[in-house]
């Protein structure tokens, strides 16, 4: 005997969804496109355009002090009035770049949750400006072009240090954070004493201190102190 029986194939079970891919570098909006400014103009000053060109960009763009004392024969130009702003995106040489992106990503991540993207841009100008008038009150007389994100970026090292101590990742005890306060101040001191020989060139430790140091005070004010 046959019977007929209604066999019904069992429906396919659908594929596992894939977990979304994480981007090759996670970092907040701002803080990543700040970084590729960065290398972008690295990339443009150093590989697509001529020699003349780029002397021309570092020495019109990047930041002398002795123009803002009236120091030099040179004039006061528009140039020099932004420079306090642009010498920031510009640097030397492929360690310089390197070093600088590398802290930019290191300190930019957390500050920027911490405050918010306009907010860390905001202050990561303002120290970057405030380096470079600590560096002209030091060296009033300098003719040497200042030029990298360093002095921005030892005011992201403190505000830093102020993210770590709130999370409970740095003591909290009577000297607090002070203590890597110190040892930050202690390094630009030594690159004020060794830093040209061991770097072949000169640093500007002052735009380094005076970029930390406003790292602080420009966290007194509460607009910058997160939400």
């Known amino acids: 005997m046959s019977n007929i029986v209604d066999f019904k194939k069992p429906k396919p079970t659908p594929p596992a969804s894939k977990p979304p891919k ?30 003349e060109m780029r002397t021309y960009i570092y020495l019109n763009f990047g930041f002398v002090p002795a ?15 932004i420079s306090p702003l642009t010498y920031i995106f510009l640097h030397a040489n492929f360690m310089h770049i390197i070093m600088n992106c ?13 405050m918010g993207g306009r907010k860390f841009i905001e ?18 007389f300098s003719t040497n072009t200042v030029i990298g994100a360093s002095g921005a970026e030892s005011g992201l090292f403190a505000a830093i ?3 770590m101590q709130q999370s409970g990742r740095m003591p909290t005890s009577k000297y607090g954070i002070w203590p890597f306060a110190a040892i930050w101040v ?4 030594l690159f004020a004493l060794f830093g040209g020989a061991l770097a072949g060139g000169q640093i500007a430790w ?3 201190l005076g970029g930390f140091l406003s790292g602080f005070l420009f966290l007194k004010l509460k607009y910058f102190r997160g939400y």
């Not at 803080?31 to 103009?41: E, G, H, N, R, V």
């Not at 123009?67 to 009035?81: E, I």
Request: with cysteine; aromatic share 14%.
């Open 206 to 208: 002052a735009a380094h």
């Open 22 to 51: 994480q981007p090759f570098i996670n970092l907040p909006p701002m803080t990543k496109w700040l970084l590729i400014s960065l290398l972008a103009i690295y990339g443009i000053t150093n590989f697509l355009i001529g020699a």
């Open 186 to 189: 202690g390094i630009s001191l």
């Open 102 to 114: 590398a802290m930019l990503m290191a300190f930019g991540a957390g500050v920027e949750k911490w």
């Open 123 to 140: 202050f990561f100008i303002l120290c970057g400006i405030a380096s470079v008038i600590f560096e002209t009150a030091i060296h009033p």
């Open 67 to 81: 123009l803002w004392t009236g120091q030099t024969d040179y004039p006061f130009d528009l140039n020099t009035l």
């Open 161 to 163: 240090l102020i993210v």
